[in-house]
């Protein structure tokens, strides 16, 4: 059974970097084919995808907020923690972990996709 | 900057068949673009529903099902249920980063 949680702090003020930490159980992350992501939502707007990081330690980052963004993996601990500097009141939002997958098929390999996702936490950027 | 268009709300009745689509500022999407479909319900976490166009998970309703329609990808409702009213969105794969579509509201009545 793969379960996933997000945890870090609620508040954060502007200027300040954030610190989140996804913390997984039912799969490892020294798996080939298996990465966990991060995604995030405003209240109220649509879902954005931010980073991805994979089980041989490549990592993706959406290319608006790429200068901003490092996804990094504990493979021991089954954690993924992702840090985003500079944080402003617009990056208020729920923040999802989701654990993302490849397949194989025909001898070759797919990208799959975010199947399981975490709860969420919500992040407020106020001074 | 990349965007990724859906529908913003469609109106379906109870048993009908309803089709959401999701289309890609760099042109058609193709089976390269490995389409993801998710549900959202208020208050609760996306669910996703298909990857790579047209896969379902093992929890994905068989009345789901994900295709590529005129140069786009397409999430087909058939039969569709009153617990079906929720939030869709499309995310898209873009040779490693991905982009999600603006969500489709669709509301059964």
């Known amino acids: 059974q793969i379960t996933l949680k997000e945890s870090g702090p609620t508040l954060v003020k502007p200027t300040q970097t954030l610190t989140l930490t996804c913390t997984f159980s039912?799969?490892?992350?020294?798996?080939?084919?298996?990465?966990v992501g991060w995604i995030r939502q405003p209240p109220g707007k649509a879902l954005e995808w931010l980073a991805l990081?994979?089980?041989?330690?490549?990592?993706r980052y959406s290319p608006s907020l790429k200068s901003r963004l490092t996804i990094t993996k504990d493979t021991s601990k089954n954690q993924v923690v992702l840090t985003m500097t500079n944080m402003d009141p617009v990056d208020t939002a729920t923040y999802y972990c989701?654990?993302?997958?490849?397949?194989?098929?025909?001898?070759?390999?797919?990208?799959?996709?975010?199947?399981?996702w975490g709860q969420g936490t919500l992040v407020t950027v106020s001074s | 900057q990349t965007v990724v268009t859906q529908e913003p709300s469609l109106t379906v009745s109870p048993g009908g068949t309803v089709t959401l689509t999701c289309a890609s500022s760099?042109?058609?999407?193709?089976?390269?673009?490995?389409p993801n479909w998710f549900q959202q319900k208020p208050g609760q976490a996306p669910r996703a529903l298909i990857y790579?166009?047209?896969n379902k998970h093992s929890w994905t309703p068989a009345r789901f099902s994900g295709s590529l329609l005129g140069g786009k990808a397409a999430l087909t409702l058939s039969g569709v249920q009153p617990e079906d009213e929720a939030e869709y969105y499309c995310?898209?794969?873009?040779?490693?980063?991905?982009?999600f579509g603006g969500g489709t509201k669709l509301t059964v009545l």
């Open positions: 990081i994979y089980w041989n330690d490549d990592k």
């Open positions: 760099t042109g058609a999407v193709t089976s390269g673009y490995y």
């Open positions: 039912g799969f490892s992350l020294s798996t080939s084919g298996v990465g």
């Open positions: 995310l898209l794969y873009y040779g490693g980063a991905r982009v």
């Open positions: 790579s166009t047209s």
């Open positions: 989701a654990h993302g997958f490849e397949y194989c098929s025909g001898g070759s390999c797919y990208s799959g996709g975010l199947d399981y």
